[in-house]
């Protein structure tokens, strides 16, 4: 594919699909000169809407992207093995084969999440020695970000998973952030040796075992916005409950801050003083910044959009699909598997 970049998206996924997705496609061909975008779905939708769009935008920018027909789009609220069996021409699932067939280096999707992880598996296969794909994402930190995994592709996970979640989170940031020798820690209930359930005690031994990783120890979950480590491990039941936490206590902080800074003349004087301070604060903190889970172990690259992401958000998850590729994500964590579990 030469220097080229091309990612396949499901254009129908997510509460607002093609209206969201297709004007965030076209600001990501701007900031990225090598992307080309190929928009899977409903041509009869997708075709109308990227027409009034690309009057906007340059003959330059309109060449790199096109529609790929996809009649069906998998229900947000579908079991994976229905979408497995019954959806194998929804939009999802040709974007997903597009990655598999060599039409496209990555796939993006803001739709059903479980769905995703099913089809992904099926059409890219696994990276050999990992049994179960993980959702990674970056959280904001003091140093700039930490990754964590999984997020919810997993509730129930093997000392054994975790090792694999360790090894893989620990090279997608050694790739993308450039850091040498990530700092991973475990969540746990303590950072004491003697606390955490077997699972997590076992997994703590398995990781100190194999050596190659820069590994820290426990941390909790009062750590995890802190700057102690690079890669946050723990099974996906945790996980996703600890992301959604943190995006509601995101929200809650930025509503009482505005809400603080209402009624009388002083306050309102106040808060025009500390805008500029509560900007950057709120930019550092808003969850929807760091848009773009990963699907790790699959061998391909898939990114998952939040469903609820707006025009912006949807745009971070492309950024992150672009560095993904450049970086060549799936080969580096599998060149790593080679020594850690060979």
Known sequence: MSDSIYIAVDAMGGDFGPRVIIPASLDALQRHPRLNLKLVGQPQVLTPILEQQLSNVSSEIAARVSVVAAENVIPDDEKPSLALRKRKDSSMFRAISMV???????????????????????????????????????IPSPGGASYMLDLGANVDCSAEHLLQFAIMGSVMTQAVEDIAAPRVGLLNVGSEEIKGNEQVKLASRLIKEHGGLNYVGYIEGDDIFSDKVDVIVCDGFVGNIALKSSEGAARFIRDQLRDGFAG?????????????????????????????????????????SHGSANQKCFGYALDQAVK?????????????LEKHLG
């Open 264 to 304: 009388s003349p002083m306050r309102r004087l106040l808060g025009m003083m500390a805008a500029p301070v509560l900007k950057e604060i709120g930019r550092r903190i808003d969850p929807s910044r760091r848009n773009g889970a990963s699907l790790l172990g699959l061998q391909g690259i898939v990114v998952k």
């Open 324 to 336: 993904e590729v450049v970086m060549d994500v799936p080969s580096c964590i599998n060149r790593q």
């Open 100 to 138: 598999a067939d060599g039409e496209a280096q990555a796939c993006v999707s803001a739709g059903n999440t479980g769905a995703l992880m099913a089809l992904g598996r099926f059409s890219l296969k696994m990276l050999p020695g990992i049994d179960r794909p993980a959702i990674i994402t970056a």
